[in-house]
Every structure is written in C-alpha cells, then in structure tokens.
C-alpha cells in the first residue's frame, strides 16, 4: 500500500502546542493505513490516541485489539469492535508510538507502562507502524530510560541483575502495569547497542519484558513535524 500523502495541519484545532499539534497530525496520517476488512493492533499513548480517535470518526469495517485498558475503553466509547488477543488471533496492522526511535528504527516503549502488551501485539501484526513527533527520534537510545515490567517475588534481585548489565540506576514507579506488575525504569545512558542489550535483558529471571523493540520489528515510522508536515522513515 503507498504511504498516505503528507498533510498539513488541517486536523489540528484550538491553542495546541506545535507538539500536541504534531502527534494529532501523526496519529491521524497513521489511521490512513487502515483499511475495510483489517485487524488491527491499537497502542497506547498520546500520539495513537489521535489515530484510534480518527479511526472512530470513520468507523472501517475492522476488528482490533487493544493494548492497555485505556485504550480498550477509548476505542469501544468510539464505537469500535475491541475484542482480546486470543480472538483476533493475528493481525493485519498494529500502530502504536514510541519514547525513542533511532536511525535503525530500535524503539523504546513503555512511558505508560504498557510495554508487555504493545510489544505482544507487535508480534502478531504483519505491519508494524510506529507513529511520534519529531521530538522522538535520538542518535542512540537511552535518554528516556528503559522500562522494566517485573514479578512482585524478586524486584531487588532483578534491579541487580539490570545494573550488572550497565544500568547506572534502576528505579521503581509508585502504579503497576495492568497486568499487576511492578514497573521500574532502568538509565544505561547512550546505548551503543541496543539489540545486544535487549537480548540480555530478555534473558534476566523475573523481567517479565523490557521497553527496547528492536528495529526488526517496525515496518515504518511515520513522523510529524512542528510545521504540519509528516515525514516518513523506513528500512
């Protein structure tokens, strides 16, 4: 399917900030990929919000899947057919946003603590488009922090474990995941390699997932700009 054409801020309305006014615009341009007969991963953050919130406006023929509570509640509110991973089974498309993205298009996810589920519906998509503002993209990974999702029986354990990999600090947030877990944030500072990195955190008991989606993942990324134009970037 051909990218959709660069827009302009056509959607963007009210006192938005050029960044607020960003992801409305990317969000949007990433429902275009969206088609009858779709299904479809729904993510989670502020810039999907605008996708599913487009989405809704247009109602496709689609069945989707989502990846937080919030966004299971926003897309049915919108008239949306929600239905669990195990139903859907595969998906045609997943779209979600990102904390970071590199020039190999490595993620990390999880600033709302939904890193597990985004990167389960990852998986099951054929398609996976990453939609942010420009304020996203970064040399290498790392300023943001790495989130953790970690099991209530070892957390002490388990921050040990990510600090003998390089972690300078690992800290704890006061909310869970919806899952129950315990979230934690994890600094590695400029991560050289992130694909490494996110092998061997993979392999730490009691890590039930990390926030680095290695680049293999991701199809594109469609990025939005302070002017209003979108731009696109691909392997």
């Not at 299904?39 to 937080?68: F, K, M, Q």
Request: glycine share 10%.
């Amino acid at each position: 399917m051909p990218a959709p054409a660069a827009r302009r801020d056509a959607w963007v309305v009210g006192d938005m900030t050029a960044v607020e006014a960003a992801k409305q615009i990317a969000g949007r341009n990433a429902a275009e990929y969206v088609v009858d007969g779709m299904r479809v991963g729904l993510g989670t953050g502020s810039t999907v919000h605008h996708t599913i919130v487009a989405l809704g406006e247009r109602r496709p023929d689609i069945v989707c899947t989502a990846t937080s509570l919030r966004t299971h509640e926003l897309a049915t509110s919108l008239g949306l057919t929600v239905v669990s991973p195990d139903e859907v089974g595969h998906l045609d498309i997943a779209i979600d946003g990102a904390d970071e993205v590199d020039p190999a298009l490595n993620l990390t996810k999880g600033g709302g603590a939904a890193h597990t589920r985004e990167k389960i519906v990852a998986a099951m998509a054929d398609r996976f488009i990453v939609v942010v503002d420009a304020s996203k993209l970064v040399e290498h990974l790392g300023p943001f922090g790495i989130p953790l999702e970690v099991l209530d029986f070892a957390p002490a354990v388990v921050a040990a474990s990510v600090q003998r990999l390089g972690a300078t600090s690992v800290t704890t947030r006061p909310d869970r995941s919806d899952n129950g877990n315990l979230v934690m944030d994890a600094q590695f500072g400029d991560i050289a390699d992130p694909v490494d990195l996110a092998a061997r955190l993979s392999a730490v008991p009691g890590l039930v997932e990390h926030g680095i989606f290695t680049g293999d993942m991701v199809e594109r990324v469609v990025v939005a700009h302070s002017d209003g134009t979108v731009t696109e970037r691909t392997h």
